[in-house]
């Protein structure tokens, strides 16, 4: 049973920038795909930003040129580089990784864009 755990949320004040990590218990080259979903209170889980296993990216017009998603297969990790954070991004953010017939997420971590 693979784990995910995020970190790297907290509260940063509009225009700064955090970078959440996703930590897997066994080697991300198993998922095809990798995602961020951000879920903001009283509404629905939204994919943020994904990747491939063949490094392809994908990301949400409301965070496209801000956020940036990574990967490195050696530390197992995945990354979301946030800038330019708004009030808008604050959100329980949680990491998904797909298998061919399983689909994992991790606990969320929270993200506050307040001054």
């Known amino acids: 049973q693979v784990q995910l755990v995020e970190s790297g949320g907290g509260l940063v004040q509009p225009g700064g920038s955090l970078r959440l990590s996703c930590a897997a218990s066994?080697?991300?080259?198993?998922?095809?795909?990798m995602g961020w979903y951000r879920q903001a209170p009283g509404k629905q889980r939204d994919l943020a930003a994904s990747?491939?296993?063949?490094?392809?990216?994908n990301y949400a017009d409301s965070v496209r040129g801000r956020f940036t998603i990574s990967k490195d297969n050696a530390k197992n990790t995945v990354y979301l580089q946030m800038n330019s954070l708004k009030p808008e991004d604050t959100a329980v953010y949680y990491c998904?990784?797909?298998?061919?017939?399983?689909?994992?997420w991790g606990q969320g971590t929270q993200v506050t864009v307040s001054s």
């Open positions: 066994g080697s991300i080259s198993s998922f095809y795909f």
């Open positions: 990747i491939t296993s063949g490094g392809s990216t």
């Open positions: 998904n990784a797909r298998q061919s017939t399983k689909t994992y």
